[in-house]
């Protein structure tokens, strides 16, 4: 993007974010990419919430978020966009009214659907950022694929029960690897069971989906460095991390299509 | 010795704690651990005998060429540990 769009910070907004502008690694620079940016965020559940929340809170100009269910009563343990009142509304109805609560000055599309349908492309193609916090592997190939032909970086989450994953795959590099890389979706059915039958440690997708949305804003201000190609696991229950590294597969059929 | 571990996901069919396995490479060492936990196989192999989709091995934190990562020789240092995509969200 060129200078002369970034938006220009009134005072109420130089206080707003003044936090963020004091730190050198942001400053104004950094803080204006942030308010010029367009983020796609996938899913509006445990990870989706905090995603959403510190996105908006951190001035992210504009927001589309997706997600096709409603907010029911076993949501709530974690789901921290939704609230009681909230029950039996669209997520994105639901989540884009707390990011408003938040920061009226943010932009919010909210689209209730499932984006592993023919819109992806498109969607992906005016994001900056792509923070994938959705519950379904056919969502997270797809999400991938469109990235890697569209060349944009995606931040991918997952938590269940007190596991954690991250990574950042930043597909406008060539030396990236792409999820599809890490994790194939070919060798038989996967053997992994449906997870909604299984538990989730709330603080766990807060965790997680916090660390999303720092990754995202520091591929947006251009800060630091990011885990590509680096899968960190956290096993809450002891609270440990590790670091795996991997490479982009020369065989890999998503990159095969990468521009 | 070569070690082996399970992420927490797969445990309930795996040993809860790293083991030692005599073997020189991650095919060995992992069919030492089916012999002892029989309903492991399934969740790591699929029916050709190749890494179940979602389903990712690193040697030493490194992930090896998937094609190559159960036959090649490993070191006598080398942490094994198989672990799995996750989904939720
Ligand atoms: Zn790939």
Redesign the interface.
């Known amino acids: 993007m060129s200078v002369c769009e970034l938006p220009d910070f009134s005072d109420e907004s130089l206080l707003r974010y003044s936090r963020h502008i004091l730190l050198p690694e942001v400053g104004i620079e950094g803080q204006q990419a942030i308010g010029a940016a367009h983020v796609l965020v996938v899913g509006m559940g445990g990870l989706g919430s905090p995603v959403a929340m510190y996105l908006a809170a951190a001035g992210v100009g504009r927001m589309t978020i997706c997600d096709d269910d409603t907010v029911e009563l076993t949501n709530l343990q974690r789901q921290i966009a939704h609230h009681q009142a909230d029950l039996g509304r669209l997520k994105v109805e639901s989540a884009a009214a707390e990011i408003a609560r938040l920061n009226p000055e943010v932009q919010v599309e909210a689209l209730a659907r499932r984006v592993s349908d023919e819109p992806l492309q498109a969607l992906v193609a005016a994001a900056d950022v792509v923070v994938d916090c959705c519950d379904n592997f056919p969502t997270r190939h797809a999400l991938n694929a469109a990235c890697a032909r569209m060349a944009k970086p995606l931040v991918s989450g997952a938590a269940v029960r007190f596991d954690g994953q991250l990574s950042v795959f930043d597909l406008r590099h060539a030396e990236s690897p792409c999820y599809h890389c890490l994790f194939p979706d070919d060798g038989g059915e996967a053997n992994d069971g449906p997870c909604a039958t299984f538990g989730v440690f709330a603080p766990l997708v807060g965790i997680i989906g916090s660390m999303q949305a720092a990754e995202a804003l520091k591929l947006l201000a251009g800060i630091g460095e990011s885990p590509v190609g680096r899968l960190l696991t956290l096993d809450a229950r002891s609270m440990q991390w590790r670091s795996l590294k991997f490479k982009r597969d020369p065989d890999c059929p998503v990159c095969l299509q990468r521009p | 010795m070569p070690t082996i571990a399970f992420?927490?996901?797969l445990q309930r069919h795996a040993p809860a704690h790293t083991v030692a396995v005599d073997a020189n490479s991650v095919a060995a060492a992992l069919n030492l651990v089916f012999a002892a936990y029989p309903a492991l196989r399934?969740?790591v192999m699929?029916?050709?005998s190749?890494?179940?989709?979602?389903?990712?091995v690193?040697v030493n934190?490194?992930?090896l060429?998937?094609?190559d990562v159960l036959s090649n020789p490993i070191p006598p240092d080398a942490e094994i540990?198989v672990?799995?995509?996750?989904?939720?969200?």
């Not at chain 2, 190749?50 to 990712?56: N, Q, S």
């Not at chain 2, 672990?83 to 969200?89: T, Y």
């Open positions: 992420t927490h996901h399934g969740y699929d029916e050709h190749h890494l179940r989709r979602h389903v990712a690193f934190g490194a992930m060429r998937r094609g540990y672990m799995q995509a996750l989904s939720g969200g």
